[in-house]
């Protein structure tokens, strides 16, 4: 994996100095090499981990008037070379997509699969493009009708300054966070590219968006026991296809069905496997609605079924109160707390023995494993992991609170979602409720998911796939009847089955559960005393934002929650933490509120 960072000159100049300064704040995505090219329309940075053909395919490449900058992966390069009709000079699907580019420009992203975010130049015609499902980020903004293209928001910050934002940035933060909605950021003017889509401009002139990939409904014409075969036989291509590296690589494993199966298929192809699990310092576990076991247990059982070298990395306290200020600055504005501080601290651990680790993300979201999937609920009203709407307006500052309509905000994106999701006209209610989840699912929740995984893992400089995230995979699941999902009252009753034959029992039948938080009281009490000295300053922007004495009711309470705050798990520790990172994020950013 890699960092890239663009600029156009068609209308102003580049500040070279500024732009290599900017593009090194990627340094973390690509310590192993670098790259600048600078023509006379077009500036190119390169930041490279250096994964497949590591002693070729530097960047930018160029071949003649055609320059390409890449951050990811073509899974199904074998195929897509058979489209040039010879050999490559060397092995490098980076050296792949720029003559695919070259031949067939952007009628080649069709047929891609894989992870990938990048820009290619041909002449004065840009074509800027993003994966499928959003695994890898891609973010732009325009100076002088130019573009500035970034895989993470601070290289354009740090070019632009646009530290500022506005009513719809509030709104994002404070009702869609830490998720946010299709295409946008917290910021003002500055963009995401949306997953299956690209920009291209020809000839120097405006930059037009358009979608090459996108969910398909279709009638649905396989048994359970074929559908069975297929998701077997697709996941275990996407895996096998996946372990192609020049480095070694390892997987996330916590002993839940997701990971399981993927660290047993590759330790099925491969001879030594080294996997990695998290937990937290004196965290006391408390079965829950949605907690019902320990990983720990479960991780052991795989890890020996399958003779992997098992690693059970503990975060303390300390490390995990640090890394909510590290998170921020390594997404660039408030996200998952201590599920991002972990997330980082895990996988800098991996990158002492890896450069790349598979893992199971993206699993719950196509195959419906999420409680909100099937809980007997008539009517979907709004979107299922942000459920207390009412209870963050009510925290804000009265100004704020008539200011920004939270609720309104949410309400039209989540209507704008549900008119988006594709259906069939001989769909029943049944079966388009579970459509608009799944699209819901897939284009919010799994994109934050995999936004926190590339972030915090490209943090400590590791490149994670998400096999469950395959193409062919997701546009065979959309179309599955969800009966076969959720099959006996089990979720994921499908993938169950599928590997319930090299997959130890015990994980087969255990209930899922979430990716871990701290339920450390240590922790919390941290948490609070960061939050008490943030408020110490009555400058902070929390004073402006919320009701600081419901804040501090809040702190002082011993009550938990009613709700998660967000997801499944955040609640009450994680909120105030969220609060935090405001402050911290608004301070160290100098963010600028726009009247």
């Not at 200020?325 to 997330?343: E, F, R, Y």
Request: glycine share 4%; proline share 3%.
């Amino acid at each position: 994996m890699c960092g890239i960072f663009y600029k156009s000159n068609f209308h102003s100049p580049t500040d070279e100095k500024l732009f290599i300064k900017a593009c090194d704040l990627l340094n973390h995505r690509g310590p192993d090499d670098y790259g600048y090219l600078f023509t006379k329309n077009h500036s190119f940075g390169h930041k490279r981990l250096a994964i497949r053909d590591v002693y070729n395919a530097k960047q930018p490449m160029s071949i003649l008037n055609n320059h390409l900058i890449y951050n990811g992966e073509i899974y199904n390069s074998s195929e897509l070379e058979k489209k040039l009709n010879g050999k490559l000079e060397f092995n490098s699907d980076t050296l792949l997509l720029l003559k695919l580019l070259m031949r067939y420009s952007e009628d080649i992203l069709k047929d891609l699969n894989g992870i990938f975010s990048f820009v290619y130049t041909h002449n004065d015609d840009v074509l800027i493009v993003r994966d499928m499902f959003g695994v890898k980020p891609l973010y732009y903004t325009f100076v002088d009708d130019d573009i500035i293209v970034a895989s993470e928001l601070k290289s354009i910050l740090e070019y632009t300054d646009k530290r500022v934002v506005d009513r719809e940035g509030l709104c994002e933060l404070l009702g869609m966070g830490p998720s946010h909605s299709v295409g946008k950021t917290v910021y003002k003017g500055i963009y995401e590219l949306p997953p299956g889509h690209y920009l291209k401009c020809v000839g120097g002139q405006k930059f037009e968006e358009h979608v090459y990939y996108e969910l398909t409904a279709k009638e649905y014409p396989f048994t359970y026991d074929e559908t069975k075969r297929r998701v077997r036989s697709l996941l275990d291509k996407a895996i096998k296809r996946q372990m192609i590296s020049d480095v070694d690589l390892s997987t996330f494993l916590s002993g839940g069905l997701d990971s399981s199966i993927i660290s047993t298929v590759v330790a099925l192809n491969k001879k030594k496997l080294d996997t990695y699990s998290i937990s937290y310092e004196d965290s006391q576990f408390k079965a829950n609605a949605f907690e019902r076991s320990l990983d720990a247990d479960y991780t052991h059982l795989v890890s020996d079924a399958i003779k992997s070298n098992q690693h059970d990395i503990v975060i303390d306290n300390k490390s995990l109160i640090e890394g909510l200020k590290t998170a921020v600055h390594l997404k660039d504005s408030p996200g998952m707390t201590d599920i991002d501080s972990s997330m980082h601290f895990l996988a800098l651990n991996i990158h002492l023995k890896h450069k790349v680790s598979l893992s199971g993300e993206c699993a719950d979201e196509v195959f419906g494993g999420y409680p909100w999937f099937y809980e007997k609920t008539k009517k979907l009203t709004t979107f299922p992991w942000i459920r207390n709407l009412d209870y963050k307006e009510s925290l804000l500052n009265p100004k704020y609170r008539e200011k920004l309509h939270l609720k309104e905000y949410v309400m039209a994106e989540f209507d704008r979602a549900i008119k988006a999701t594709p259906i069939l006209p001989s769909d029943s209610k049944t079966t388009i409720r579970q459509r608009q989840l799944s699209y819901i699912n897939m284009k919010y929740f799994m994109t934050n998911l995999l936004d926190r995984k590339d972030r915090m893992t490209m943090g400590a400089s590791i490149e994670v796939r998400v096999p469950f995230c395959d193409k062919d995979l997701v546009d065979l699941l959309y179309n599955v009847p969800f009966k076969f999902k959720y099959r006996s009252k089990v979720e994921k009753k499908l993938l169950r089955d599928a590997y319930s034959d090299i997959v130890v029992k015990e994980v087969i039948e255990r209930k899922k559960s979430p990716y871990p938080k701290s339920n450390s009281l240590a922790y919390h009490n941290e948490v609070v005393k960061l939050l008490q000295e943030a408020l110490e300053d009555k400058n902070s922007i929390l004073y402006e934002l919320f009701d600081v004495a419901k804040i501090n009711e809040i702190m002082n309470s011993s009550e938990e929650l009613e709700v998660p705050w967000y997801g499944q798990l955040m609640r009450k520790t994680a909120f105030l933490a969220y609060l935090y990172q405001i402050d911290y994020w608004f301070k160290e950013y100098n963010i600028r509120i726009e009247e």
